[in-house]
Nanobody, 124 residues
Framework: VQLVESGGGSVQAGASLRLSCIAS????????MGWFRQVPGKEREFVGS????????LYADSVTGRITIARDNVKNAVYLQMNSLKLDDTAVYYC??????????????????WGQGTQVTVSS
């Protein structure tokens, strides 16, 4: 599975961004998908995850209420909608696919496939 993120950029605090993750090589329909982020010098941090059919989601406390994860299995895509962006949201954002396993998880080690990341920079 190859994952490619897009949609990152530089925005002002309070703005919104929608990140996309497109998969190739295999259908995503059977995978739990997750979004993570990382800043230099820190560990990769869980943002949220979604079950294979989009029926359930799990979000980190730091972003709950400001983000929504959705997926379109026909398009082999997963999306991260981020609203009311804060300076602390600045990071490289990665999408990841969990295989095997069908439960939502926030652990980096539970995800097998990773994209290359897309930079999100929030300024005041």
């Amino acid at each position: 599975v190859q994952l490619v993120e897009s949609g990152g950029g530089s925005v002002q605090a309070g703005a919104s961004l929608r990140l996309s993750c497109i998969a190739s090589g295999r259908t995503l329909s059977s995978y739990v998908m997750g979004w993570f982020r990382q800043v230099p010098g820190k560990e990769r941090e869980f943002v949220g995850s979604i079950t294979w059919n989009g029926g359930r989601t799990l979000y980190a406390d730091s972003v709950t209420g400001r983000i929504t994860i959705a997926r379109d299995n026909v398009k082999n895509a997963v999306y991260l909608q981020m609203n009311s962006l804060k300076l602390d949201d600045t990071a490289v954002y990665y999408c990841a696919a969990r295989f095997p396993g069908h439960e939502l998880t926030s652990e980096v080690a539970d995800y097998t496939y990773w994209g290359q990341g897309t930079q999100v920079t929030v300024s005041s």
